[in-house]
């Protein structure tokens, strides 16, 4: 187990945020290590006049979710992954007034006045101690981190009478020797929402895509039941789940409207 910063987030936050890494198995956790799991993360924060803390925890894993918990953590989110298998490639249904391309110059402030704007759903969004003006600027600087080329593999718009509606960002991963394609992050404008925009964006992601790896996917918060019923009708299985939880110690300014409590 360890405790470490995420420094792109520290510095969009105004303050330290670390990531904790748990015990690897899902099934093999002791009591004894939920324990040492607990006072290393009071250790960390005790030394912290203002940080945020957070852990992506294996649904499975009861007795380190209880000692997070113990430490100060709360539940924010449960993320649900999904997996397609290439050879199980989904039909095309594009609407014919939508165009998904490369992301341009031109497309640029769209797309970030989109990701600015259009989730409620996220980690952040859903964190009751982060204010929503700084859930959004994550967002967008995760966007514009694609823009600037310093993340990930491609980034592409949904273009609706001249205009973006949305975007897709995509980058790719190896796991024991796969190759694979994953939905980094995808957002559709607030006004569009709910007319095939995701879907048409999802189906190229897979049409791109499914050729040149062994494995596509993409992941999604338990609570957007909309994306959850997309993925499983493009033929996407649920291969993991894991709870994201989050704690805010010593004069966090994360929000303008909850105190947080101190480091114990």
Same mark, same amino acid.
Request: aromatic residues 8%; proline residues 3%; neutral net charge.
């Given at each position: ?13 105004? =303050? ?17 290590? +939920?324990?040492?799991?607990?006072? &290393? ?5 005790? *030394?912290?006049? +203002? ?9 499975? *894993? ?10 100060? #953590? ?24 939508? &165009? ?6 031109? =497309?640029?402030? %769209?797309?970030?006045?989109? +990701? ?31 823009? @600037?080329?310093? @993340? $990930?593999?491609? /980034? #592409? ?5 001249? @205009?973006?509606? $949305? #975007? ?8 024991? %020797? +796969? ?7 995808? $957002? ?21 895509? =499914?050729?040149?790896?062994?494995? /596509?996917?993409? $992941? &999604?918060?338990?609570?957007?039941? =909309?994306?959850?019923? /997309?993925?499983?009708?493009?033929? #996407? ?23 947080? %409590?101190?480091? &114990?």
């Amino acid at each position: 187990m360890d405790v470490r910063e995420d420094p792109w987030l520290s510095k969009i936050i105004g =303050h330290g945020v670390f990531k904790v890494l748990p015990i690897e198995s899902p099934y093999a956790e002791s009591n004894k290590d +939920a324990s040492d799991l607990l006072d &290393t993360v009071r250790r960390h924060a005790a *030394q912290q006049a +203002a940080a945020m803390y957070y852990a992506k925890v294996d649904t499975a *894993q009861v007795n380190v979710v209880r000692s997070l918990c113990a430490a100060g #953590f709360y539940v924010v989110d449960v993320t649900v992954t999904f997996s397609l298998e290439v050879s199980a490639h989904s039909r095309d249904h594009v609407p014919a007034r939508v &165009t998904v391309c490369p992301v341009g110059p031109e =497309h640029h402030q %769209g797309v970030l006045d989109i +990701a600015s704007s259009c989730f409620q759903y996220s980690r952040f969004h859903l964190d009751p101690f982060i204010h929503r003006s700084i859930a959004d600027r994550i967002k967008r600087e995760w966007v514009l981190s694609y823009i @600037r080329k310093q @993340r $990930g593999d491609e /980034l #592409f718009a949904a273009v609706l009478n001249g @205009r973006p509606v $949305g #975007f897709l960002a995509a980058l790719s991963m190896e796991s024991h %020797g +796969a190759r694979i394609k994953v939905i980094d992050l995808i $957002g559709v404008d607030r006004a569009c929402q709910n007319q095939g925009i995701g879907r048409a964006l999802s189906e190229f992601f897979i049409r791109q895509y =499914h050729a040149e790896c062994d494995r /596509l996917q993409v $992941g &999604t918060q338990a609570a957007n039941v =909309h994306s959850l019923r /997309l993925y499983e009708d493009l033929g #996407f299985s649920v291969i993991k789940t894991q709870y994201v939880m989050h704690r805010h110690v010593g004069k966090a300014t994360v929000s303008s409207e909850v105190t947080c %409590g101190s480091a &114990t």
